[in-house]
Every structure is written in structure tokens, then in C-alpha cells.
């Protein structure tokens, strides 16, 4: 499965932006999906995760309440809403996805990747 991430871009704080990441097979629709990011200087961290069929639903602290993670199969798809966007999360946002469906938090669990979308987040 090859991932493509892309969306971000350079915003303010309090801002929305939406994340798309499409997958090139089929088969996705059988695959949990995560977004994790990066920020200079710092580990990967997971943002939000979400099972093949949308039914489990897993978000990071920092996010719970300002992020909405989602998924259109049909067309290979899943999406990060981000909204109220803080300094705090700017950062390379990259999808992932693994084999077993679910909405994993550990990088370990994610087979395939995405090359990551920069998000700038201007105080």
C-alpha cells in the first residue's frame, strides 16, 4: 500500500486545516489508519487513530476535543480535521497504516507509510 499525505500548510492559531491521505490499493478499506506527527527536534508522536470500518476511533491528549479523524473507504481515504490549531502543533503529519485494522497508538503496529505533510501553526 503506498500512502500519499497532503493539506497542510502555513496558518494561524485558532485556525482549521484538513489532512487528506489517500491510499493507492484496494485493500485499504481492511486497513486501521493513524496520523502521527513530528515536530523538529522531537519524537514521532501518534495524533489519531482509526479502525477499517470507523468504529473505533482513538486520539491523543493533545488533541482529543480539536481533531476529528474520519475515513471514506470508497474512495481510499482518510482525513484529519484539525481545528483551533495551536503553535503547539506544528509539525510533519504523516498517515500510516497496518494489516491487523485497528486504531493502534504504537508506531511498531503500522506497516506502511506515508511520506508527511508540513503544518505550520504562526502564533
Known amino acids: 500500500v503506498q500512502l500519499q499525505a497532503f493539506g497542510g500548510g502555513l496558518v494561524q492559531a485558532r485556525d482549521s486545516l484538513r489532512l487528506s491521505c489517500v491510499a493507492s490499493?484496494?485493500?485499504?478499506?481492511?486497513?486501521?489508519m493513524g496520523w502521527f506527527r513530528q515536530a523538529p527536534g522531537k519524537e514521532r508522536e501518534f495524533v489519531a487513530g482509526i479502525s477499517w470500518n470507523g468504529g473505533v476511533i482513538d486520539y491523543s491528549d493533545s488533541v482529543k476535543g480539536r481533531f476529528i479523524i474520519s475515513r471514506d473507504n470508497a474512495k481510499d481515504a482518510v482525513y484529519l480535521q484539525m481545528n483551533s490549531l495551536k503553535p503547539e502543533d506544528t509539525a510533519i503529519y504523516s498517515c500510516?497504516?497496518?494489516?491487523?485494522?485497528?486504531?493502534?497508538?504504537?508506531?511498531?503496529?503500522?506497516?506502511?507509510w506515508g511520506q508527511g505533510t508540513l503544518v505550520t501553526v504562526s502564533s
Open positions: 490499493r484496494r485493500t485499504f478499506r481492511n486497513n486501521g
Open positions: 500510516a497504516a497496518n494489516i491487523y485494522g485497528g486504531a493502534s497508538r504504537s508506531t511498531s503496529t503500522y506497516r506502511y
